[in-house]
């Protein structure tokens, strides 16, 4: 008998139609003889109205009860899932985060699991019981108190539990059918990726695909569970997320997995550094101490007239205000001109492990721009990602130019469900 | 320093500008010298929102599950509460039930406290926060899952922990002014009662008064905590519940407490029973092995030409259905003629310790309903309160004669700020 890991979005369970519908789901899951843990978010938009609740109250809500607050709403939808299953006939248990032993650090709003205790699931699936699991959530180590994983945060819960559990597979139901090799409200022939490796998967989640996060990715690679990212809505395969293919899961695109754009990001140039040793680290000591995550990194090549250059970088577009702020309060440090930021930017990454093979995939990814009249701005690689940042009015635009070059165009206009993805 | 425990109801806190408004209440205790403990109810309709959800993923909820569910609505109020309390400049920590050590047995939906260790509440007391805890709900001692304490469960928590911590005085801030002498929104002229005993409060609570339930008052009681009951939304003094009047808590009426009604209780009649031993004990022990329990019990003359008697009791109008059936299936075993039910009946009582050593207070109760022209159908007498049956048609104009006779009527037509309770 085998160990599935189920993890349903906050989309998948808006309404009590939802809910039962993913109560079905999971019985058929058990009758074919599966034991089975689900991992449910918060129905719909609950937790937006909670965050809302929040800002009513208080400008800037304390991190212990703003987790305290947040909770509330995957304790709403597990013990509903566990009532519309016992509905049906079966027997099901919900957990909280702390119940399920999901040990966390004290880092409120974006904690991180450090241990994974669950002690209380065994037992109740030992029991024949189906496990319900609050995810997003756990319970830090020191203080006991609640917290709460950040955004993905239900995802992760699930892959840790998979992992702890020793699952098979970490089934992620979602409301999309898979992971595709773009966007495909950009590109309405992106087709849908039937195996992909975890090292693509976890470029494409560096790259702006929202489907599964990077963190979630990586922690399933680091125990090697085998992902399945499927739809809650049409019962379909979706796509497998694993070390290597399968039984009879396809890998049709050997060279390049996907196209992924992400146009959340900006630029900021700091312009008029001198060019000695030591400037570029004093740039990025500065923005690190303000805790500030940046992408891509470009460094001109310096005039030799004036012995200065320019410095760019990608960093979130939230981020951009604390980032100029603090470089201008260590200008005297640092010693530059001016600033320059700009938020029209987007970024259009082409990820696959075939490239580092093949030398013709840069050249091909720069013509297809080029033919499309897309300017680049910046250019980074990796072995198996190209990025580059053009305007943002040209973004969707570049996708499908190079989506077409590569050969990813689906044959048929096939039918594609598509909305937002749950947390 | 004195610790003060305040409660506050769902409608005090069903909204943002309502928790906005208890935190400034909650923020004027603590300057005020005191440690403050607050225990706090779901926002507004909340609970009944969740009952209706599961409500629609399941006709039959399961306990444990239901217990999980309902648990959220405190879980968002009390961080919210927090959140206000912190944006106020004060140090405030919120607790769920089982944090803060609220043991109860494992009966879901309606469990019983069987112990509070509240430790980490003494802590926060200590290092000067404010705590905010989750009302209605604990954690069973055996299984250590999420349980609620159902009806008027707050009160009883806030009462359970002003004992635990030895608290001067548990505060229910409500939406009324305090405890009447009849329901207000009958009697215009019914006025607030200064100070009330225990024992007055309890009979009060046991006929109908539904500002205090009878088993936070009983909780009070066995440990002496005195309850001061009043509006969140005034602020002014409200009714003190204790042993004994205090300072200058006035203590007018010195006989009579007040006079309360009830019109959620129906009367069976079993017609036609032998009249032999036995007889009534089996009727009766087939209503408790149903798990009801009623309230009045009148056994009407036998009529000596047939040997046969009719035996009367009133009972929760929501368990008649059930009584009937395990009066009709024990048929047999019992031996009676036939079942008469009636939802039409009010019942209406007189509270007040004074009536001990006052001969005449029963003639004139029955006096009064005989001017008015109601008719008594029952009569239950305790040492201290009068209860009658009537018919729900004639519980208003009953209840006003019996309020001016005795003397309760106000001089001024004050108003009267009143509205639901919540739970």
């Known amino acids: 008998?085998?160990?599935?890991?189920?993890?349903?979005?906050?989309?998948?369970?808006?309404?009590?139609?939802?809910?039962?519908?993913?109560?079905?789901?999971?019985?058929?899951?058990?009758?074919?003889?599966?034991?089975?843990?689900?991992?449910?978010?918060a129905m719909g938009d609950t937790t937006d109205e909670l965050i809302d609740l929040a800002g009513q109250v208080s400008p800037i809500p304390a991190g212990?009860?703003?987790d305290m607050l947040l909770t509330a709403g995957e304790r709403i939808s597990m013990a509903l899932l566990a009532m519309a299953i016992k509905n049906l006939g079966h027997e099901a248990q919900s957990f909280t985060g702390s119940q399920?032993?999901?040990?966390?650090?004290?880092?409120?709003?974006?904690?991180?699991?450090?241990?994974?205790?669950?002690?209380?699931?065994?037992?109740?699936?030992?029991?024949?019981?189906?496990?319900?699991?609050?995810g997003f959530q756990g319970v830090s180590q020191d203080k006991k108190d609640i917290t709460t994983l950040g955004r993905g945060g239900s995802d992760t819960t699930a892959v840790a539990l998979a992992a702890a559990l020793d699952a098979e597979v970490?089934?992620?139901?979602?409301?999309v059918d898979g992971v595709f090799t773009a966007d495909p409200r950009v590109v309405k022939k992106a087709r849908k990726i039937d195996w992909i490796s975890f090292e693509d998967m976890?470029?494409?989640?560096?790259?702006?695909?929202?489907?599964?996060?990077?963190?979630?990715?990586?922690?399933?690679?680091?125990y090697n569970i085998p992902i399945h990212v499927r739809s809650s809505f049409s019962g379909l395969r979706g796509t497998w997320v694993s070390n290597e293919p399968q039984g009879d899961q396809?890998?049709?695109?050997?060279?390049?997995?996907g196209v992924a754009h992400d146009v959340s990001e900006a630029k900021i140039t700091v312009v008029g550094v001198p060019d000695k040793p030591g400037e570029a680290a004093a740039i990025f000591r500065t923005i690190a101490n303000a805790e500030i995550n940046i992408d891509m990194v470009v460094q001109n090549v310096s005039a030799a007239s004036t012995g200065l250059t320019d410095i760019s970088f990608t960093l979130p577009k939230a981020e951009g205000r604390k980032a100029i702020d603090a470089l201008e309060r260590n200008r005297g440090t640092i010693g530059f001109e001016s600033l320059r930021y700009d938020d029209q930017i987007a970024k259009i990454s082409l990820v696959g492990a075939g490239m580092k093979t093949n030398p013709g995939v840069t050249a091909g990814f720069f013509e297809a721009l080029s033919d499309a009249g897309v300017n680049i701005e910046l250019i980074s690689t990796s072995?198996?990602?190209?990025?580059?940042?053009?305007?943002?009015?040209?973004?969707?635009?570049?996708?499908r130019a190079v989506h077409t070059a590569f050969g990813l165009d689906s044959d048929s206009d096939e039918a594609v469900v598509y909305g937002g993805t749950g947390r």
């Open 100 to 134: 399920a032993g999901v040990i966390t650090d004290s880092v409120h709003n974006k904690a991180r699991i450090i241990d994974v205790t669950p002690g209380r699931i065994r037992t109740a699936l030992d029991e024949g019981n189906i496990a319900i699991v609050a």
């Open 250 to 257: 396809k890998v049709e695109h050997a060279i390049i997995s």
């Open 202 to 222: 976890l470029e494409l989640a560096a790259s702006g695909s929202k489907v599964l996060l990077h963190r979630c990715v990586e922690y399933a690679r680091r």
């Open 383 to 399: 072995e198996i990602r190209i990025s580059v940042v053009t305007r943002a009015d040209d973004v969707i635009e570049a996708v």
């Open 64 to 66: 212990r009860e703003f």
């Open 1 to 41: 008998m085998g160990l599935v890991v189920q993890k349903y979005g906050g989309s998948s369970v808006a309404d009590a139609e939802g809910i039962k519908r993913v109560a079905k789901r999971i019985v058929d899951a058990k009758k074919n003889g599966n034991q089975v843990v689900v991992v449910v978010s």
């Open 170 to 175: 970490c089934e992620i139901y979602t409301d």
